[in-house]
């Protein structure tokens, strides 16, 4: 099986490539400008994949609120023509959304079906790329949320770390919960549906559990064996934010689960192997 992965330099995309035993061809944006239509298409038509993965964002949440046409262009058109590039070849098309498409009003993890409603600029752009990747013939949306663990090292979780490390107060949301979720499970349960052939569809592709950002700061802080007193709670609504937030963000995996045959571990065995790493 080969595949290309589009975005090879971000955290997903490039530990993608190193977990993957196939064929893989990452290209950056050195290699190809993902909001070029006809050259999209070429780079494509070259490679020939048997899988077309999108791990590129227009991740900027705030300024996607000022630079809606960059935010539309990265996260809504250059979907549809990674569709029109899959179907040309007969590819499957993989591409990573996000929590950001729920209000994050519910009370309970999102599961696939619940009603989209996004309150961002960044969140309506990510909601059109899945309508767009939907025109693939085969074809994987797959919700990701507060990844960690890539080689960049700018995630959440490892500025609290740092911070933790270095004996600096960090503040942390004691309202916004989330599913922290590890690149390297992300990559694994994504080359898994490859492998299972399991249907086309959306899937909440992260790891198990849900917990608010300061309940990650106590677990990072008791793994470092730092001064949890270095956490200072805060609200999101005490925090001025050019675009707004889900407050509740916290997804639900069974049916990636039932999918792959196995469950995602837990948010905090993922934190555990990842802070052991550093």
């Not at 899945?130 to 919700?143: N, T």
């Not at 960090?170 to 898994?192: E, H, K, W």
């Not at 995602?264 to 993922?270: E, F």
Request: glycine fraction near 8%; charged fraction near 20%; include cysteine.
């Amino acid at each position: 099986m080969k595949l290309v992965v589009v975005g090879a330099a971000g955290q997903l995309g490039g530990t993608f490539c190193e977990a993957t035993g196939h064929d893989v061809v990452g290209l950056t944006r050195a290699d190809v400008d993902v909001t070029n239509h006809a050259a999209l298409l070429a780079v494509v038509d070259r490679l020939e994949p048997d899988v077309l993965v999108n791990c590129t964002a227009y991740n900027n949440v705030d300024g996607a609120e000022d630079d809606v046409a960059t935010a539309l262009a990265v996260n809504g058109l250059a979907v549809r023509s990674m569709a029109a590039a899959a179907a040309r070849v007969g590819a499957t098309l993989v591409h990573y959304s996000t929590d950001f498409v729920f209000d994050g009003e519910a009370s309970a993890p999102y599961r696939e079906d619940d009603r989209t409603r996004p309150v961002s600029v960044y969140g309506c752009s990510k909601l059109l790329g899945e309508w767009f990747a939907q025109d693939a013939p085969r074809w994987y949306v797959l919700r990701v949320e507060s990844l960690f663990g890539g080689r960049q090292a700018k995630s959440s979780v490892d500025k609290i770390a740092a911070a933790l490390r270095e004996g600096r107060p960090t503040p942390v949301f004691a309202d916004r919960v989330v599913t922290p979720s590890y690149v390297r499970d992300v990559s694994a349960a994504t080359l898994s549906l490859l492998a299972q052939n399991a249907p086309s569809g959306v899937f909440h592709c992260v790891n198990s559990g849900s917990g608010t950002w300061a309940d990650v700061g106590l677990h990072v802080a008791e793994l470092l064996g730092a001064d949890p007193g270095l956490l200072v709670r805060t609200s999101v609504k005490d925090v001025t934010l050019r675009a707004q937030r889900p407050v509740y963000c916290a997804l639900a995996n069974d049916k990636l689960a039932a999918a792959t045959g196995a469950p995602m571990p837990s948010w905090q065995d993922a934190i555990a192997r990842y802070v052991a790493t550093l």
